[in-house]
């Protein structure tokens, strides 16, 4: 598989994601929705391993990133099927934007990247003012909309700080073998929180809209969109790989609108800018200014 094209579905799974998160728990419980989920993923995932005969490695390294990668897959996964019993899938989206500002944070702490400049200070202080302003009118403790905030700001946390640690992991496997690992990991876990939270099946109450969102997330949003995710980590770096996060904020505030009728009233557009646009300045703004200054430099040699 070519990067760009694993890259593209990264990008259009995780667009996706937050509205099914939010169908697929309509019906079924969270813990439940995710629980199916990750049955669905792994079930197919060791299914395609075996037909493949690809080599699933159980040596000490290898268990490790498999850890790493579900302490992703489960903290992430489960935080924010709890996030959206309160809030809307592009409010989901738009704050996972900020992984991309954790994991950098996280990585200057783990994997020793250099230091954080003014600018990218700035550019973070720019993108919190923005979520800031988007909560401002839509998160009240009256609709507990504050502990869906709390969730999902948990969930990206364990997200951006996963993909961080399966960096600092020098192991060459097929990502196939690295997004099973992972799930055969992290499945047990969410079956201990289903019993724990919940432990009822009520199927009965189940309806289709749920079940289809389901299976959705199980092939794509698990199994196909793991599997892309790990391969394009194992080329790219973590912080090229969360740019994702730029784009699906955008794309799914605009099919929780049109599919799900979600409100997007001029605070959350206002947020939603100053967020995007804090990550641009982030990634792109010192580029800018050097560049500018370079051709500034130039021209007074001249």
Partial sequence: MQVSVAYLAVLLIWSTT????????????????VLLRMLIAVVLGALIIYVKQISLPWHKKAIRLYSYSALGIFGGMLFSYLAARYLSSGILSLVFGLAPILSAIFAQKILAEPKI???????????????????????????????????ILIAVC????????????????????????????????????????????????????????????????????FFAYFYVLQRLT??????????????????GAMLNNEELDSKILIGAALVISGLAMYHWGELLMNKKSRKMQAINEE
């Fill in 18 to 33: 937050p509205l099914s998160i939010i169908w697929s728990s309509e019906t079924i419980t969270p813990t439940m929705a």
């Fill in 117 to 151: 400049t003014t600018a990218k200070k700035l550019a973070m202080m720019l993108a919190f003012i923005g979520l800031a302003i988007v909560c401002s009118d839509n998160f009240t403790m009256q609709d507990n909309s504050f502990y869906g905030l709390v969730f």
């Fill in 158 to 225: 364990l997200f951006s700080l996963s993909g961080v640690l399966v960096k600092s992991i020098s192991l060459a496997i097929h990502p196939m073998a690295t997004t099973v690992g992972s799930l055969l990991i992290a499945t047990p876990l969410f079956f201990i929180t289903w019993l724990l939270l919940d432990g009822t099946l009520d199927i009965d109450n189940w309806q289709a809209k749920s079940i289809w969102a389901t299976l959705y997330l199980g092939v794509f949003g698990s199994l196909i969109g």
């Fill in 238 to 255: 973590a912080s090229t790989v969360t740019l994702i996060t730029l784009i699906t904020p955008i794309i799914a505030l605009s099919l």
